[in-house]
């Protein structure tokens, strides 16, 4: 694809004029397909699908998600904020993160959140402590991290020995003991193994090693599973084209019900976080041409109006994008252009030596599949302002995140004075 005109219906120059740029679009009805799709796939095996709120969670995405059937994985008391303001019950919403706070603890016991998603043993103590006061003890699911590389870059692979994430295998038992001395309703175990998985064979070895440890578990101390999170981590497409997360859940629980058969345990209720998967594909960012530049070794810069603060994931683990001219193409001869970023940083790049039209002052670019992880890892360095999100719904847009000014940068700083 070297040009884009549209998205959704609405016209992606029309939007950057009335909204600026850089200006994240969103197609709602891509959005609301995928969450069907992912819905439609837990049903023949009574399962739950929960979006990770991490990839995207502005407000109107939560009540997205929530209008369309799924629950919410959440890490923060931000997160959690947000889920309750979309309207979520408490009881659909899952408590993640590997240094959860007291605070965080505290809030989710006294709003009763469905699932607290243990990491630690340090965690599990705190958590027992808090819960001693609580007229309904907790449901809690401990992650363990079983010793799988699975991931594209070693910086998402979520289950390794070496990884921060979860209980090893060793401390399974030691941890499922002391779990039934608290105040706590440990229902099953959880792993995830990392992100943007296009094969079926990782998840596969991880349903095999989960139902390993829950029969060990049973023989070493009677525990028998409820439940088991699976995780996410799909991947948006594969070599072979666009992946369908939808059947991946499918085969993943089939998978899970025979090795829990030929381990003769019965098969826990299974539930999923994928996120990526959801948002990634619905988004295209906008961005304006500042200039356009050609280095004494010959490498063609444009420089962009916006970069590592509105799309970090390029610096930190070189993911790769496919950028396109908004605009009919057909008049301008394709060469090699390295779009920069606007930080004070030489790292800051968006895309190296990508082949598309002759771009020039002014002309706006477009990168597909930014749905994830750019607005929700927006940073402020360089004083940047946090851009806008619209969300289109055939050809119509609705501003659903407004862009900051001065006036968001400077309302929390308080001066030399201070405050005392």
């Known amino acids: 694809m070297k040009s884009l005109t549209e998205w ?231 070599p072979e084209g666009p992946l369908d997360a939808g059947d991946f859940i499918e085969k993943i629980c089939l998978r899970a019900k025979s090795a829990s058969s030929a381990a003769g345990l019965r098969l826990p209720r299974l539930s999923f976080e994928p996120g990526r998967w959801v948002s990634s594909p619905a988004c295209v960012t906008v961005y304006r041409v500042q200039s356009v530049k050609e280095t004494t070794s010959g490498r063609i810069y444009a420089a962009l109006d916006g970069g590592m603060t509105d799309n970090p994931r390029p610096c930190l683990y070189g993911a790769p994008y496919s950028p396109v001219l908004v605009s009919s193409a057909d008049e301008r001869k394709e060469g090699t252009v390295t779009l920069a970023g606007c930080c004070c940083e030489s790292g800051d790049v968006l895309v190296s030596d990508a082949v598309m039209p002759e771009l020039r002052r002014g002309d706006l670019v477009a990168l597909p599949d930014t749905g994830a992880y750019t607005y929700s890892m927006f940073m402020t360095y360089n004083g940047a302002f946090r851009p806008a999100v619209v969300f289109v719904s055939s050809g119509t847009a609705r501003l659903v995140v407004r862009r900051w000014n001065e006036g968001d940068l400077l309302k929390d700083q308080l001066g030399l004075e201070g405050r005392q």
């Not at 939007?15 to 023949?44: H, M, Q, W």
């Not at 401990?142 to 979520?158: C, D, K, M, Y």
């Open 8 to 238: 959704g219906g609405a016209s992606l120059i029309e939007l950057a004029e009335r909204f600026g740029t850089p200006l994240y679009v969103f197609d709602e009805a891509e959005l609301r397909r995928r969450c069907r799709r992912l819905v439609e796939s837990v049903k023949k095996y009574d399962a739950d699908v929960y979006y990770a709120g991490k990839a995207f969670l502005p407000l109107a995405m939560a009540q997205l998600v929530s209008s369309e059937g799924m629950g919410l994985d959440v890490v923060s008391l931000g997160e959690l904020a947000l889920a309750l303001s979309a309207g979520i019950s408490a009881g659909r919403i899952e408590l993640h993160g590997n240094a959860k706070t007291e605070e965080l603890l505290s809030r989710a016991l006294r709003l009763g959140v469905g699932r607290i998603v243990v990491d630690s043993a340090d965690e599990l103590e705190l958590l027992g402590r808090l819960a001693k006061n609580e007229k309904t003890p907790p449901k809690i699911l401990l992650r363990v991290s079983p010793g799988i590389a699975a991931g594209a870059h070693h910086a998402i692979q979520t289950a390794t020995d070496d990884c921060k994430f979860g209980f090893s295998p060793a401390q399974l038992v030691h941890a499922v003991k002391r779990a039934a001395d608290l105040p706590v309703v440990l229902a099953g175990l959880h792993v995830h193994l990392g992100s943007q998985i296009d094969r079926l064979e990782p998840f596969f070895e991880g349903v095999q090693t989960m139902v390993d440890l829950l029969a060990s578990l049973k023989n070493a101390c009677g525990f028998e599973a409820d439940e088991m999170d699976l995780g996410g981590g799909f991947a948006v497409r594969s």
